[in-house]
């Protein structure tokens, strides 16, 4: 059965800390992975996409990795800020597009002064 | 702010009102999609419109019916809702090729009373 996992369900940090967020999947064949951030009451905003030829990739102070092998992939946050407060959701995808894409439950990431 | 723009931003209505939910993008974008969103829950895909054609239906009851009346726009009419119905309605666009993602409007959110 194609499932998307994530851990903690939520977690809370205090501000200028670092954090590491979880994705365990079974979805095969794969294609992509990605990471949104949705922050309450809005839609989702990718942060990284990554083909399973990839295994790091950047965007700013996030930083995803992919371990194709394992079925594992991490989203690092460095230098929280409280603006980081959101939902982070992992989602696979087999091939064909963005039509059939597994959704993680998310990540509730809480930054605190 | 989104590329991906979602009128209204809240709805309120009964369960015998007819209403409906607009999304419009100008990205050139030849895939749009419609996501339910409950509480804490990932995104449920309901719809997906490919080159104005719908190709992808979910099992959605009939009381919701999507329409696409040019690559721009994606319109869902509402019609005796229920109220297990009230949830954050996301719109999405996407090149629809391999590995491009979703961009997601900033939803509406529906309560039925």
Known sequence: KNQVEQSPQSLIILEGKNCTLQCNY????????????????????????????????SNGRYTATLDADTKQSSLH????????????????????????????????????? | DTEVTQTPKHLVMGMTNKKSLKCEQHMGHRAMYWYKQKAKKPPEL?????????????SVPSRFSPECPNSSLLNLHLHALQPEDSALYLCASSQGREGAPLHFGNGTRLTVT
């Open chain 1, 77 to 113: 946050i460095t230098a929280s800020q409280l603006s980081d407060s959101a939902s982070y959701i992992c989602v696979v995808s087999p091939p064909g597009g963005a039509n059939n894409l597994f959704f993680g439950t998310g990540t509730r990431l809480t930054v605190i002064p």
């Open chain 1, 26 to 57: 079974t979805v095969s064949p794969f294609s992509n992975l990605r990471w949104y951030k949705q922050d309450t009451g809005r839609g989702p905003v990718s942060l990284t996409i990554m083909t399973f030829s990839e295994n790091t990739k």
């Open chain 2, 46 to 58: 309901m719809f997906v419109y490919s080159y104005e054609k719908l190709s992808i239906n979910e």
